[in-house]
């Protein structure tokens, strides 16, 4: 597709299947790069570029993850200061010993197609999630029972404190119009319907103009798929209103565009094997182990070494900031993992175990085993690649020496159990700790915990945190997992990640648009952006 007729094909797409979908759209509406000079001032179209296509749109299958699914409700949602609001319910009770929660359903909520949300809807959607076995871990869920049209009693197996955490990204489905395309065509009772999905091109959205909460500003959105080169160019030709770039390329100005650095928990580090190579494979058949990593002062030391606050202004211009563990700022953050950066620490680290510069070559040693492994990252993930680059700079000058290789998602997914990962994760909710280090989930094939760590003392406070019946004590285990005073997952303890930085979303927007109060933002390309969608609106 020529990078010239973009918005004309897009916008052509979107009008057709609009109209098609939910009648005319007025004269003159469409996105702020049309050549329509004509166009009124109270425009009600978006075009929105970002670099992540989801796989379903189906939330039982993970759509939403983390995030507001904007085509289905949800029972409770966030505020943006990540407490809980009622969506779908309109309250909630719990038993006191924390296992039967009974919710109260809304009496004006339809799904598109003119059919009431029902407790039956909710029951049939967290049991075909718990069934799914997919993003959404309800394990723990006994079932979910319809105790009439508006009434519906979950029972867990156990007190699970991440419940309403769950709940406020699993949008509801419904029981009479679901099938295996669901998740291609969902129909949904939230702020947007969908409308058509090109796969590897765009998706398009418009207005629920029946919506409970209140009919969008924004009535037609078209969301494309573009690697982070070409929305800068989109951006720059003026073909799209809002595009979700990276901070690598975030310092571009473009006349007509503001860019908006949007705060969010999505870090990026260096995951590392903890166990030894004796030629064990997964269950997969790819190969566990790194004879340099699984040292424990190996690990420490190239935590130590890195200057995070100079990785984040040089080789990410500023829009990003030092990270320390997965859910830095949050509530269940223990403060306690934040370390200084210390190169002369690091070396005394190497020195004692036993690391020596015996060559001269720069590179530590022992026994004859060079301090040298490989970092792979996913090609063309430019902030990956400066990130796991100028951490490998400012490693070497401690005699640690980090290879960095770009590979496809598929060798990465084959070489994480044995080699480094530029991974990233982050989430506004504190899931996940949970999966980052729970043993059981060591060595899957998910991407949680590639690296194989595994303690009973970890293990022991995620147990407690999980069965937590209050947020507060919850939080105190969720610490001890990090740092309990003597050992814990963070860098001054088994250091099973070194974590580097906390990325803004760089986000380049129209002049004239606003895209709300956005929540901070989980790991993400560009699909956290869009979970306040209808809160949009063209303001001038």
Same mark, same amino acid.
Not at 328 to 334: E, V
Not at 459 to 482: C, F, G, H, I
Not at 503 to 520: A, K
Not at 525 to 540: M, Y
């Given at each position: ?15 057709a ?16 790069g ?9 425009r009600?179209?978006?075009v929105?570029?970002?670099?992540s ?9 993970g ?6 699914p ?11 200061q ?14 006191p010993?924390g ?8 009496d ?5 197609? !003119? ?5 039956s809807? /909710? *029951?049939?959607t967290?049991?075909?999630?718990k =069934? %799914?076995?997919?993003s &959404? ?24 404190s991440?419940f309403?955490?769950?709940l ?7 029981e009479?119009a ?7 065509s ?14 590897q091109?765009?998706i ?8 409970y !909460?209140g ?5 037609? /959105? *078209? ?6 080169? =070409? %929305?800068?160019?989109? &951006?720059?030709a003026g073909e799209?209103?809002v ?11 473009v ?5 908006e ?7 990026r580090g ?19 182990g ?5 040292n424990l ?6 935590a130590y070494a890195?200057d ?8 990410l211009?500023g ?14 953050n223990?403060?306690?993992?934040k ?11 190497l020195?004692d ?5 015996t ?5 530590v040693?022992k ?10 990252y ?13 951490a ?10 980090i290879n960095v290789?770009?590979v496809?998602w598929?060798?990465?997914?084959r070489?994480?159990f044995?080699?480094a ?8 909710i504190?899931?996940?700790t949970y ?10 094939d ?6 194989g ?21 919850a939080?105190?285990s969720w610490?001890k ?5 003597t050992?814990?997952?963070a860098?001054q303890?088994?250091?099973p ?14 002049e004239g648009?606003?895209?709300?109060e ?6 993400g390309?560009?699909?956290p ?6 809160e ?5």
């Amino acid at each position: 597709m020529k990078r010239k007729n973009l918005l004309v094909q897009f916008l052509a797409i979107l009008m057709a299947a609009a109209m098609t979908a939910c009648g005319n759209i007025p004269e003159g509406a469409g996105p702020s790069g049309s050549a329509n000079t004509n166009a009124p001032k109270e425009r009600d179209s978006v075009v929105i570029a970002i670099g992540s296509e989801p796989e379903t749109l189906d939330p039982t299958q993970g759509w939403g993850h983390g995030n507001a699914p904007i085509v289905q409700s949800t029972l409770v949602k966030y505020t943006s200061q990540l407490t809980f609001e009622n969506d779908l319910a309109t309250g909630y009770e719990l038993s006191p010993d924390g296992l039967v929660w009974t919710f109260t359903i809304r009496d004006n909520a339809f799904f598109t197609d !003119g059919e009431k949300v029902t407790a039956s809807d /909710v *029951a049939f959607t967290l049991e075909t999630a718990k =069934a %799914a076995r997919g993003s &959404v871990d309800l394990t723990y869920m006994e079932s979910a029972v319809a105790k009439d049209g508006a009434t519906v009693e979950i029972t867990l197996s156990q007190p699970t404190s991440i419940f309403l955490n769950t709940l406020a990204s699993v949008g509801i489905v419904p029981e009479h119009a679901y099938g295996e395309e669901y998740g291609r065509s969902p129909i949904g009772s939230g702020p947007y319907k969908f409308v058509e999905w090109k796969p590897q091109e765009q998706i398009l959205f418009t207005a629920n103009e029946d919506y409970y !909460g209140g009919a969008p500003a924004i009535k037609n /959105v *078209a969301v494309v798929f573009m690697s982070e080169d =070409a %929305a800068l160019a989109a &951006v720059q030709a003026g073909e799209v209103d809002v595009a979700y770039s990276s901070a690598t390329l975030g310092s571009t100005q473009v006349e007509g565009y503001r860019v908006e650095a949007i705060s969010s928990a999505d870090n990026r580090g260096f995951t590392l094997p903890v166990l030894p190579d004796e030629g064990k494979t997964t269950e997969s058949g790819n190969p566990v182990g790194n004879n340099v990593t699984c040292n424990l002062e190996i690990r420490q030391a190239a935590a130590y070494a890195i200057d995070r606050q100079q990785v984040a202004d040089v080789a990410l211009n500023g829009f990003a900031r030092p990270a320390y563990s997965e859910n830095d700022g949050m509530p269940w953050n223990n403060p306690q993992v934040k370390i200084d950066t210390d190169p002369d620490y690091a070396r005394r680290l190497l020195a004692d175990a036993g690391w020596s510069d015996t060559d001269g070559d720069g590179i530590v040693e022992k026994d004859g085993l060079k301090a040298e492994f490989t970092c792979v990252y996913p090609s063309g993930d430019s902030v990956r690649q400066a990130v796991a680059m100028a951490a490998a700079q400012q490693v070497e000058a401690v005699g640690i020496k980090i290879n960095v290789e770009g590979v496809s998602w598929d060798e990465l997914a084959r070489r994480m159990f044995s080699d480094a990962v530029m991974m990233g994760w982050g989430s506004s909710i504190p899931n996940e700790t949970y999966y980052l280090y729970r043993s059981e989930g060591a060595l899957l094939d998910d991407f949680y915990n590639p690296e194989g760590y595994q303690s009973e003392t970890t293990d022991s406070y995620l147990r407690a945190a999980m069965e937590a019946l209050t947020p507060e004590e919850a939080n105190e285990s969720w610490k001890k997992v990090q740092w309990d005073g003597t050992t814990g997952t963070a860098m001054q303890g088994e250091c099973p990640w070194v974590w580097i930085v906390n990325l803004d979303h760089v986000t380049y927007i129209r002049e004239g648009l606003s895209i709300g109060e956005q929540p901070l933002h989980g790991h993400g390309h560009g699909l956290p952006l869009i979970q306040n969608l209808q809160e949009w609106a063209w303001t001038a």
